[in-house]
Antibody, heavy 118, light 106 residues
């Protein structure tokens, strides 16, 4: 059974870079046909898609975040990562990693809360 | 950019049918899917490709998508169905989520 687990700092200072890693078990991140995505949810608010990477390294980003976001993959560790630069309090959210099949997400991590504060 | 709109809230009595709508320009020409999210948990996919139910999702959950509106229908709503529901579509290489609908069963 596929499992995804987010990890990274729970507190980031304003203007710094948020860095998270998603560890994948029960399946290979190199499998064709899947995308590996990041989604966030500010406290008490809805879901916002951040971006994705596929098995060949092609990336897609939310237009409003494109200038600050990088999603990358490390196939040797079966992990993919998120970097979000120049963070502000508005970037405080629960960050989820997920595997996308086609256009839907059947598999999600449990999520990790990242707070942006000095 | 593409948007899909959901009503913020819906109330239904136990045993009744809940219909949650998701509206977007020519949404019927795209695939819609739906997620259920309970407090403190990640979303769970309940409908994909407009009408399909993943394994383990009860038959009382069904979906449709035509014109500008996708609909999630919960027939014979249970108290355990109280949750936030999000629709999601795909447009121009981006994932689009609706704002979510809080379903109250009372």
């Amino acid at each position: 059974q596929l499992q995804l687990q987010e990890s990274g700092p729970g507190l980031v200072k304003p203007s710094e870079t948020l860095s998270l890693t998603c560890s994948v078990s029960g399946g290979s991140i190199s499998s064709s046909g899947y995308h590996w995505d990041w989604i966030r949810q500010p406290p008490g608010k809805g879901l916002e898609w951040i971006g994705s990477i596929n098995y060949s390294g092609s990336t897609y980003y939310q237009p409003s975040l494109r200038s600050r976001v990088t999603v990358s993959v490390d196939t040797s560790k079966n992990q993919f990562s998120l970097k979000l630069g120049s963070v502000t309090a508005a970037d405080t959210a629960v960050y989820y990693c997920a595997r996308r099949e086609g256009v839907w997400f059947p598999s999600w991590g449990q999520g990790t809360l990242v707070t942006v504060s000095s | 950019s593409y948007e899909v709109i959901q009503p913020p809230s819906l109330s239904v009595s136990p045993g009744q049918t809940a219909s949650i709508t998701c509206s977007g320009d020519k949404l019927g020409e795209k695939y819609a899917c739906w997620y259920q999210q309970k407090a403190g948990q990640p979303p769970v996919l309940v409908i994909y490709q407009d009408t399909k139910r993943p394994s383990g999702i009860p038959e009382r959950f069904s979906g449709s998508n035509s014109g500008n509106t996708a609909t999630l229908t919960i027939s014979g709503t249970h108290a355990m169905d109280e949750a936030d529901y999000y629709c999601q579509a795909w447009d121009s290489n981006t994932v689009v989520f609706g704002g979510g609908t809080k379903l109250t069963v009372l």
